[in-house]
């Protein structure tokens, strides 16, 4: 038996964000890790962000969309009764290395929508409880902000100080004082002076393509390599076909096809799945056996249910002040909570957060003017020309993240045809936006135009609804009662006692804001629960 095959005490499951987090932490406090991610590494050199054709790479090979970009490391999904295309990256880091960074936690409210709005349900854990766990992983992660936001109760400030606001950050905030709405410069995970492993923010603008200058917070660069220096195991090109489990109905370990198609099997005393939450729960369907007919850890029939996304609107102003739109970070220059909290006036419960980001290059001012409710939408010939001069330099786009509440008619489940190169079935979404989240959508898209004109937009329209998602939440929720959840308060499952989630999948409801940093939270808070309970700890025999 190799190396690669020996028992380990924890094996994780996916070496993305939340993978990085736990992995590291475990391994300082002693555990044999052993990783299994799909992916492999990022090459720098190869991210598209610091070369001519940067938007057609972002547009092909390092498109956020799996089905788009068609790499060996993906699998593909079946959206065709989906309302938008899921997003995700399979490789070290994970989503981290093509997400825009912006690092928003929940709000107090979030955790507890069913006792304010009667919606959903209420979190098993606060605010208060995950708060010592926001704060450690903002310092892990290099989250540059500035403190004090009244948005938020009191709390430790980032560890960095905030970037600059550019120009439309600035422009923004003009329209929203004059209405006298909140704003709050954008906390991002994108260090704005030189911080551990990482460079100071080059400003390119490109962070959602990855960042060739090694200045954004992903985990390959802030995570594995300390992970792997306490002795963890990261085993890349590992395709995880299930999830085993022993006699005693514990998990055992993971069957997984290795880079050269060999069938292994990796076993642990615990099991880890951070696979996100498509991945995670394709994988526990894929698990099923006599014992979970159902898949695994599926008792309460949820895996897979209450799916999430956040369909997104964008809302684009034409401004004649030249407002040097594409410098980053990328990462938000402003955010805004003013209509994030239920009010009894409106037609919809819950909220959206506001943020601006930078707009990008030619193609992205391009497809601005041709997406949207816009009547002049024709982007060819001589308007080709008058856009771009119109358009680049002069745009600013307020993005609104709505909060996607659960449903359980919106589901990842197996696709029964398509499969993916090794013949293993690809995840099929089901997903409608929800009457609420489209009166929601209406309302704040109305209001981010009002800011627009408050700000001196001589243009202004919604450019996009509902593009894309790549907030992938809920299918595995958190509860204390098995009958209506599939993990408890700190990620381990009602049915195994050894099998861990500490992906997106456990969100009782998706909040509004960008969930990055509450994952890594709940996953910091999992990896010390496993420490502190790892002498009574049942194992696999």
């Known amino acids: 038996m190799s ?11 996916g070496g993305g964000t939340s993978g ?7 391994a300082e406090d002693g555990f044999d890790v052993v990783c299994l991610e799909r992916g492999g590494w990022v090459n720098a050199s190869e991210l598209p962000g610091d070369k001519p ?43 981290s290395v093509l997400y825009a960074a912006c690092w928003s936690r929940f709000l107090p409210s979030d955790f507890r ?24 992983t903002d310092v892990e992660m290099a989250v540059s902000g500035r403190g004090g936001d009244p948005a938020y109760p009191p709390g430790a400030p980032p560890p960095l100080p905030a970037h600059p606001i550019n120009k439309t950050g600035r422009k923004a905030a003009e329209g929203m004082n004059k209405l006298g709405w909140h704003w709050w410069p954008g906390p991002v995970s994108i260090p704005s002076q030189d911080y551990g492993p990482l460079k100071q923010c080059a400003r390119l603008g490109i962070c959602r393509m990855g960042c060739p200058e090694g200045a954004k917070a992903s985990t390959d660069l802030t995570h594995w390599p300390l992970a792997l220096k306490h002795g963890a195991r990261l085993i890349t090109n590992a395709r995880v076909a299930e999830i085993t489990v022993d006699e005693h109905g514990r998990a055992s370990g993971a069957v997984y096809i290795d880079r050269d198609g060999t ?24 698990s099923s056996s006599a014992r979970f007919p159902d898949g695994l850890a599926n008792s309460s029939g949820l895996v897979g249910t209450r799916l999430m996304l956040h369909p997104y609107a964008t809302v684009t102003g034409i401004y004649d002040d030249e407002l040097e739109d594409w410098l980053g970070p990328a990462g938000q220059q402003i955010q805004s909570m003013q209509f994030y909290e239920t009010d009894t006036s409106r037609d919809f419960v819950r909220g959206c957060k506001w943020l601006v980001l930078p707009t990008g290059g030619p193609l992205g001012t391009l497809a601005r003017y041709a997406s949207g409710e816009r009547e002049d939408r024709e982007i060819w010939g001589a308007e080709f020309h008058r856009k771009l001069r119109e358009g680049i330099g002069h745009t600013l ?4 993240i709505p909060e996607d509440l659960p449903d359980e008619a919106n589901t990842v489940t197996l696709d029964p ?40 937009a001589r243009q202004t329209w919604v450019s996009g609804r509902r593009w894309a998602a790549g907030h992938l939440l809920g299918t595995a929720r958190m509860g204390d009662d098995p009958t209506t959840s599939v993990v408890d308060g ?23 804001v960008n969930p990055t940093s509450t994952i890594c939270a709940l996953a910091r808070r999992t990896g010390k629960h496993i420490t502190a309970g790892a002498r009574s700890q049942a194992v696999a025999a």
């Open 3 to 13: 190396d690669r095959d020996k028992k380990a005490d924890v094996l994780i499951v």
């Open 20 to 26: 990085g987090i736990i992995a590291k932490q475990l």
């Open 53 to 95: 054709e940067f938007e057609l790479l972002g547009g092909q090979a390092w498109h956020p969309n799996p089905n788009v970009r068609g790499s060996a490391a993906d699998y593909p999904i079946e959206d065709s009764d989906s309302d938008v295309d899921v997003w995700m990256y399979n490789g070290v880091g994970g989503s």
């Open 113 to 136: 929508v069913r006792t304010l709005d009667g919606v959903a349900d209420d979190w098993p854990i606060s605010y208060e409880e995950l708060l010592p766990y926001y704060e450690e």
């Open 263 to 286: 069938e292994r099997f990796q076993g642990a005393s615990i099991v880890v799945l951070a696979a996100n939450g498509v991945g995670t729960a394709r994988l526990l369907l894929m």
């Open 397 to 400: 786009e307020w993005s609104i």
């Open 417 to 456: 045809t398509l499969k993916d190169s090794d013949g293993l079935p690809a995840p099929k979404i089901t997903y409608a936006t929800s009457e609420n989240t489209r009166r929601m959508l209406e309302f704040n898209t109305a209001r981010a135009v009002e800011a627009h004109q408050a700000s001196g």
């Open 490 to 512: 700190y990620g381990r499952a009602h049915d195994v006692e050894n099998l861990f989630i500490v992906d997106g999948s456990t969100f009782v409801t998706s909040s509004g």
